[in-house]
């Protein structure tokens, strides 16, 4: 029996469920005491690192790790979750040319590298006061949210590409419907078949990054975003490597 095991949790996936599958169909580990060491949104996919027994004391050693991820972002829209499993709050479709985003995203990345501070998503399950901070979002009560410094140690843009708009509202439909649980899915499938126009064109940007623990990709897709001007979220966040540690 491994005492750390790296599972590739899939996209719609909770942590819970990533963990909860692989027991169900490793028997050897029905009695076992199990935790994940680092959170994955259900919307983000890839190394999600889970302790077996007494490697469980461990934990806060493999949360300091470093990270690295894929991950892409939409731009024309951002939400209260900064991913698309969450309810558009703006939108704003970019007129201009492929060329033209790509230069001003290259000039806003030099303000993403080095240490930095970022504040905790309201959707998020950091606790102020003893509640996570999403759930003072869904109680609509008001709370200050925290910040951390984080160490961006390396940020890219790999490409971009283009998306119709009736394409794009096919893709979310379907990947929002595969998340289990309450996370507002209906309403939030409804509020993104009113905000897309099918006819027009979405620009997808894809980028890779290697960074300090705690650093929120979608935070930061949210945040280049806000530095341009424009909406934007978290298309995809795929996490590729902890540490050493790397789906094989």
């Given amino acids: 029996m491994q005492k750390i095991i790296t599972l590739n949790k899939k996209e719609g996936e909770t942590p819970l469920e990533a963990l909860e599958n692989f027991r169900h169909t490793n028997k050897a580990y029905k009695n076992s005491k199990m935790t ?3 959170r994955l949104d259900p919307m983000a996919s890839g190394v999600l690192l889970v302790l077996a027994d007494e490697e469980t004391k461990d934990k806060d050693k493999y949360l300091g790790l470093n990270k690295e991820y894929e991950f892409e972002i939409l731009f024309g829209f951002s939400t209260d979750t900064y991913d698309i499993l969450g309810k558009v709050v703006k939108s ?10 790509e230069k001003i995203i290259q000039k806003e990345l030099k303000n993403f590298k080095g240490k930095l501070i970022q504040k905790y998503p309201i959707y998020s ?7 996570q901070l999403f759930q003072y979002a869904r109680e609509g009560e008001e709370v200050e949210i925290p910040e951390r410094e984080i160490n ?8 971009i590409k283009k998306l119709k708009g009736h394409l794009l509202k096919e893709k979310i439909n379907k990947r929002i419907d595969r998340v289990n649980g309450d996370f507002r899915q209906k309403e939030i499938n409804k509020i993104w078949a009113q905000s897309i126009d099918e006819k027009e064109d979405y ?4 980028f890779n990054i290697k960074c300090g623990s705690g650093t929120y990709v979608r935070g930061v897709a949210n945040s ?6 424009t909406p934007a979220l978290a298309w995809t966040i795929k996490r590729t490597k902890v540490g050493r540690f790397i789906i094989k």
């Fill in 36 to 38: 994940y060491a680092g």
């Fill in 203 to 206: 620009f997808i940007a894809g």
């Fill in 152 to 159: 961006i140690k390396k940020v890219n843009l790999i490409k």
């Fill in 125 to 131: 399950s950091k606790t102020v006061s003893g509640k």
């Fill in 224 to 229: 280049l975003g806000e530095n341009i001007g």
């Fill in 92 to 101: 704003k479709n970019l007129k201009i040319k492929k060329e033209e985003l």
